[in-house]
Structures are given as structure tokens and as C-alpha cells.
């Protein structure tokens, strides 16, 4: 009987170990789609660098697929905000606004929280990140850029010291903040006490570098943060 017992249990310890493997596998062929399209274009970047070769090559498609696997772990929830016009962007960082509350309507700056992007003096990658952020917010009419409207997305310290408002800003479901760090046009920087979205950004940024994108291309990367550029060039 004992003998029956121990039989009994390894089976269903067996059968137990299976279930999760058949629940497992489902969970990830939901990504399976995805996964092989990103793969199918890094293949393609390392063909064009000239690195399909060696153990640098396995680190970097390692590395590669946890950052998809992070970023499709991404939860999803209604976001909150204000939608307003955008009238102009001042820089990589900072857009100007009508704000229609005040009586006259006053145009206001917000200023995007956890990046900072290259100084407008920084050549080249001041100007790239000032018009990185133009295509994200505009799209071209015939031949001039207009402005579309955005959500405005506050954190726990809402204006800055010069008296900008600070917010995450989306557009059609992209937060313009992230996908600034993820095509390499500004850094990101983590500030307190703001830090709604900060492994987000971190991400990002680590993707950037890894694709060398913008300011981490290798052949022409930026040697100083924009803060140490302003250090030097009062």
C-alpha cells in the first residue's frame, strides 16, 4: 500500500511540473511574434556593424532580448492629465503651450520631467533633439510643421524653479519623455521627488546605449552631459 501511495505522489508531482511547463509556454507565445521581429532587425544592425562573431556578439543578443522582455512587461493603465496645444518647442525638453484657464489666455512652458537634453549650443545633438521633438508633437501640412495636442501628465513637484510646469507628455499612447531616451536624443535623469516613471526611462536608456542611437553613437558620441557643456561654456 505504501509502495501505491509513493507512485501516487510521484505522478501527480510529474503531472504538477507539466502544467506549469504547458502554462509557462503559453505565457510567452503571446510574445513570441514580437520577440522574433526585433531579433530579425538586430540580426540586421549587427550585419551592417560587422559583429556577428564571437562571445561579444551572444552578450549583446542576451542583453538585447531581457531589454524586449522588460519592456513588454510594461503594465498598461488609463492615464491621467491635462490635454493642451502645443504652440512651439523651445528645446529638447521644453514646449510652450496656450494656457486658455487664464484670463487672458497666457502661453505657459512645461518642461519634460526625468531627461535633459543637449544644450542648443551642443552641436550637433542640441538641434537633433529640438527636432526630435517637433516630428513627435507636429506633423508636416504642405510645407510647415503644425503642432498637435498632448497629455500632460503630472508627478508629485508640478513647477521647477523658473516656474515651467513639469509633466510626462503623451501622444497616441507614447510617452514622448521615454521614446526621447530610447531613440538616444536626450539622457535620462532621475530627480526627486519625481519618479513616476523612472525604471522606464533607465530602460530606455540602456537600449539607447546598447544600440548606440544619438548621443551614444560610437563614431560620434557626446563626450559631455549638457550640464558639464554649460559648466564650461558660461
Not at 510647415?144 to 501628465?153: N, W
Amino acid at each position: 500500500m505504501r509502495n501505491r501511495n509513493l507512485e501516487f505522489r510521484g505522478q501527480a508531482q510529474s503531472q504538477l511540473r507539466v502544467n506549469n511547463f504547458i502554462t509557462a509556454d503559453i505565457a510567452l507565445s503571446t510574445q513570441h511574434s514580437a520577440l522574433s521581429f526585433f531579433k530579425s532587425q538586430f540580426f540586421q544592425w549587427f550585419e551592417k556593424k560587422k559583429c556577428l562573431s564571437g562571445y561579444g556578439y551572444k552578450k549583446r543578443l542576451l542583453i538585447f532580448c531581457c531589454c524586449l522582455l522588460l519592456f513588454g512587461c510594461q503594465s498598461t493603465k488609463q492615464t491621467q492629465g491635462t490635454i493642451v496645444k502645443i504652440e512651439r518647442v523651445v528645446s529638447g525638453q521644453t514646449l510652450e503651450w496656450v494656457d486658455t484657464s487664464k484670463q487672458p489666455a497666457l502661453i505657459d512652458r512645461v518642461r519634460l520631467i526625468g531627461i535633459e537634453a543637449p544644450d542648443l549650443r551642443q552641436q550637433p545633438w542640441g538641434d537633433q533633439a529640438k527636432q526630435q521633438l517637433e516630428q513627435m508633437t507636429g506633423k508636416i501640412n504642405g510645407q510647415k510643421l503644425v503642432f498637435e495636442s498632448v497629455l500632460l501628465e503630472s508627478d508629485v513637484e508640478q513647477v521647477d524653479q523658473f516656474g515651467r510646469k513639469l509633466a510626462y507628455v503623451w501622444k497616441d499612447g507614447v510617452l514622448l519623455n521615454e521614446q526621447l531616451v530610447k531613440e538616444g536624443s536626450v539622457l535620462a535623469v532621475v530627480r526627486s521627488p519625481n519618479h513616476k516613471y523612472d525604471q522606464r526611462l533607465i530602460r530606455a536608456q540602456e537600449y539607447a546605449r546598447l544600440m548606440g542611437k544619438g548621443i551614444w553613437n560610437p563614431e560620434q558620441p557626446m563626450r559631455l552631459t549638457p550640464a558639464e557643456f554649460k559648466s564650461q561654456n558660461k
